[in-house]
């Protein structure tokens, strides 16, 4: 199971801690200026307003705004703007498109031509209750088959929402843009509209009723650049956003590239042909407008829909092309899924050996003998590259465990286990990967792997002999009756469209992550337990009079709380 797609379905924006580039709230402030974008609340007299924006980013078949037609058209949306509460419809019980027109009118409103308004993830009962059947993408396809000319999204629970989106394979993408304001600039249009009182969303959540649909007063002018550069060469499409480069820059930039799976294709020649997929990569000249355009934070990204740069100075960091290209040719001939910590182990190895070779095991070092180093067991569950002291660790220790594995038992038996911890948790606490690959448990290879380290790169003893008694503690589970578990099973909800499930089978809970697959639960205590193949803890929390009344589940870092549903 990709874990990003498990992160995705449970936490909604992605985190921002620590992360490489700016925080979302900084796209959404009214002094921001960008120069490759903007937008215009306007009235018929004249007046105007700026409205700060960020895209709705399209991942799946390609990864860009939608609206740019895969980063190949600049956008350009002008009209009257049309509220239309939650986007939803549902046969006869719920039509949002049922509102007051421009005229007066009630009825079913033309939006052609028309830029629609509304909140995705209004806490109403009609989202509650016919939601599930209406997701987000099929409201804004519903929108286009309108003939809007644009939709605008708001949250009515995030001040600052950062919304991807991804369509079935069978439905074709609209084509127009899609934005995303800020809660607070959704109440200026309220405002600017003169219908709504400040109270709008407010009243809309007691009430659990969207307000009428109508047409509003305002008209909203919004642009941005869509239409990248490109320069074609024999494995790669360059894109870049243009006055952004010279062409010959990038025709180098390009050569590097080349140079990249020239270089992974020999170090990977293991007597397995090593395929190659021409992808879009793409170049930006900072953080901000990189987040602008994928919705992802950091130097780069290698995904299904392509390679994603910061160029940071003339030219690229030549080790950052080795990294991003190596988590492709992964994909391709791997495995379209493994761990984070394997992942990014593979690439910081083929990385070091481009640039740096040992860098790795001497960062990893540097962390041990500072007592920083993580156990190898809990860096494996990691979402290496979220932030923060787990991602600064994990990223040169997984370098450095997948340098020491291949260098001792070969890379053909790293590429099955790189496969092996692709699978569901289910199968993979069946089948333990480490055992069936190596034939030996994970906590056995850490001692192999730091006392090849001591060797190798020189390791101070003490050190390491603290290190593997944080491990041998970190093993202990607490003893819990099954009469306590049994109070814990039931239904829990993270959000009108997200149940958990928590079940005892013997001695353990297992935790059904909204359909994400099965892990079973470590007690710590009496209250709290870890997953033991996700960097996660569920604590159960009592009441005196009613027992058990909520979960609050902290996964990769982010805390949710989980009300239990009525037996």
């Given at each position: 199971m990709p874990l990003l797609v498990l992160l995705s379905a449970l936490i909604a924006p992605w985190p921002e801690a620590e992360a490489q580039g700016p925080r979302t709230s900084y796209f959404f402030h009214p002094s921001t200026e960008l120069p490759w974008a903007e937008g215009v609340l306007y009235q018929g007299g004249g007046s105007t307003q700026r409205i700060p924006f960020l895209p709705v980013v399209n991942t799946g078949l390609f990864r860009a705004p939608l609206g740019t037609a895969n980063l190949t058209r600049d956008v350009a949306a002008d009209g009257p703007l049309v509220f239309i509460g939650n986007g939803l419809v549902h046969e006869e019980e719920w039509n949002s498109y049922v509102g007051r027109g421009g005229d007066g009118s009630v009825g079913e409103m033309d939006v052609s031509g028309k830029i629609v308004l509304f909140s995705p993830d209004a806490p109403d009962r009609f989202q509650e209750e016919f939601g599930g059947s209406f997701p987000f993408w099929r409201k804004i396809r519903e929108a286009a088959d309108r003939g809007a000319a644009a939709v605008v999204l708001f949250s009515s629970r995030e001040d600052h929402p950062f919304y991807m989106v991804q369509f079935p394979p069978e439905v074709e993408i609209p084509d127009i843009p899609v934005i995303t304001v800020a809660r607070q600039s959704a109440l200026d249009i309220f405002a600017a509209s003169g219908g709504f009182g400040d109270s709008v969303l407010h009243v809309w959540e007691e009430t659990r009723t969207p307000p009428q649909s109508r047409e509003l007063i305002t008209s909203l002018r919004v642009r941005f650049d869509g239409a990248f550069e490109r320069i074609e060469t024999e494995n790669f499409e360059l894109r870049y956003p243009r006055?952004?480069?010279?062409?010959?820059?990038?025709?180098?930039?390009?050569?590097?590239?080349?140079?990249?799976?020239?270089?992974?294709?020999?170090?990977?020649?293991?007597?397995?042909?090593?395929?190659?997929?021409?992808?879009?990569?793409?170049?930006?000249?900072?953080?901000?407008?990189?987040?602008?355009?994928?919705?992802?934070?950091?130097?780069?990204?290698?995904?299904?829909?392509?390679?994603?740069?910061?160029?940071?100075?003339?030219?690229?960091?030549?080790?950052?092309?080795?990294?991003?290209?190596?988590?492709?040719?992964?994909?391709?001939?791997?495995?379209?899924?493994?761990?984070?910590?394997?992942?990014?182990?593979?690439?910081?190895?083929?990385?070091?050996?481009?640039?740096?070779?040992?860098?790795?095991?001497?960062?990893?070092?540097?962390?041990?003998?500072?007592?920083?180093?993580?156990?190898?067991?809990?860096?494996?569950?990691?979402?290496?590259?979220?932030?923060?002291?787990?991602?600064?660790?994990?990223?040169?220790?997984?370098?450095?465990?997948?340098?020491?594995?291949?260098?001792?038992?070969?890379?053909?038996?790293?590429?099955?286990?790189?496969?092996?911890?692709?699978?569901?948790?289910?199968?993979?606490?069946?089948?333990?990967?480490?055992?069936?690959?190596?034939?030996?448990?994970?906590?056995?290879?850490?001692?192999?792997?730091?006392?090849?380290?001591?060797?190798?790169?020189?390791?101070?003893?003490?050190?390491?002999?603290?290190?593997?008694?944080?491990?041998?503690?970190?093993?202990?589970?607490?003893?819990?009756?099954?009469?306590?578990?049994?109070?814990?099973?039931?239904?829990?909800?993270?959000?009108?469209?997200?149940?958990?499930?928590?079940?005892?089978?013997?001695?353990?809970?297992?935790?059904?992550?909204?359909?994400?697959?099965?892990?079973?639960?470590?007690?710590?205590?009496?209250?709290?337990?870890?997953?033991?193949?996700?960097?996660?803890?569920?604590?159960?929390?009592?009441?005196?009079?009613?027992?058990?009344?909520?979960?609050?589940?902290?996964?990769?870092?982010?805390?949710?709380?989980?009300?239990?549903?009525?037996?």
């Open positions: 006055n952004a480069y010279c062409h010959e820059e990038m025709k180098r930039i390009s050569g590097l590239n080349e140079e990249s799976l020239a270089f992974l294709r020999n170090t990977l020649q293991d007597g397995d042909t090593v395929e190659w997929e021409k992808l879009a990569t793409v170049f930006f000249p900072g953080f901000d407008i990189k987040l602008f355009y994928t919705h992802h934070w950091g130097r780069g990204l290698a995904s299904p829909e392509g390679v994603f740069n910061v160029l940071e100075g003339e030219m690229p960091d030549y080790g950052l092309i080795v990294h991003e290209n190596m988590h492709v040719l992964a994909r391709l001939n791997w495995s379209r899924n493994t761990t984070s910590f394997l992942a990014e182990g593979i690439a910081m190895h083929v990385e070091a050996l481009a640039t740096e070779e040992g860098r790795n095991h001497r960062r990893t070092v540097e962390f041990l003998e500072r007592g920083q180093l993580f156990p190898l067991q809990a860096m494996t569950t990691f979402m290496i590259g979220a932030g923060g002291l787990k991602t600064d660790v994990a990223y040169p220790a997984s370098g450095s465990f997948t340098g020491f594995v291949i260098e001792t038992y070969g890379l053909q038996l790293f590429k099955e286990a790189y496969a092996l911890e692709g699978r569901r948790p289910e199968e993979r606490e069946a089948d333990d990967t480490w055992t069936r690959v190596y034939g030996k448990v994970l906590q056995d290879l850490e001692v192999e792997w730091l006392n090849w380290l001591s060797v190798e790169h020189g390791l101070d003893e003490e050190a390491l002999r603290r290190h593997l008694e944080g491990v041998a503690e970190a093993t202990r589970v607490a003893d819990v009756s099954p009469a306590v578990l049994d109070q814990y099973t039931g239904i829990y909800r993270v959000r009108p469209d997200l149940t958990l499930g928590i079940s005892r089978d013997g001695a353990r809970l297992l935790v059904d992550l909204g359909g994400q697959g099965t892990f079973s639960l470590l007690p710590r205590s009496d209250t709290e337990f870890d997953f033991r193949l996700l960097d996660g803890r569920v604590t159960f929390v009592r009441d005196e009079a009613e027992g058990v009344t909520c979960l609050v589940l902290d996964l990769f870092g982010q805390e949710m709380k989980a009300p239990r549903e009525p037996a």
